[in-house]
């Protein structure tokens, strides 16, 4: 059991080292969207802009704006072959 909740933190350490590495100046308010985005979808899950949408209830333009940056940031890639629009975090 304790092996479990190290491996959520490890979860969490990594999107921190991730961030921090990349040297990007993100707002708070950016940063604790990666970090919502970052606990439920983790390095491996793909997602797409209405699951951004709905998770941090923004609308389509601030949704595609925040994924871009992310993207920008190489903080998330775009992935192929799940169609267009799919992102995931990077490692």
């Known amino acids: 059991m ?3 909740k190290v ?3 490890d ?3 990594d999107i921190e ?4 590495q990349k040297g990007s100046d993100f707002s ?3 940063t ?4 919502r985005l970052f ?4 390095f491996d899950e793909v997602f797409e802009r209405s699951a951004v949408m709905e998770l941090l209830e923004l609308k389509g333009s601030g949704a595609s704006k925040l994924l871009s940056n992310l993207v920008q940031a190489d903080i998330i890639e775009p992935v192929s072959g799940h169609g267009k629009g799919k992102y995931k975090f990077k490692k």
């Open 2 to 4: 304790n092996e479990e």
């Open 7 to 9: 491996d959520i933190q």
């Open 11 to 13: 979860g969490k350490v």
């Open 17 to 20: 080292s991730v961030l921090s």
């Open 28 to 30: 708070v308010k950016t």
């Open 32 to 35: 604790i969207h990666i970090h």
């Open 39 to 42: 606990e439920k979808f983790g």
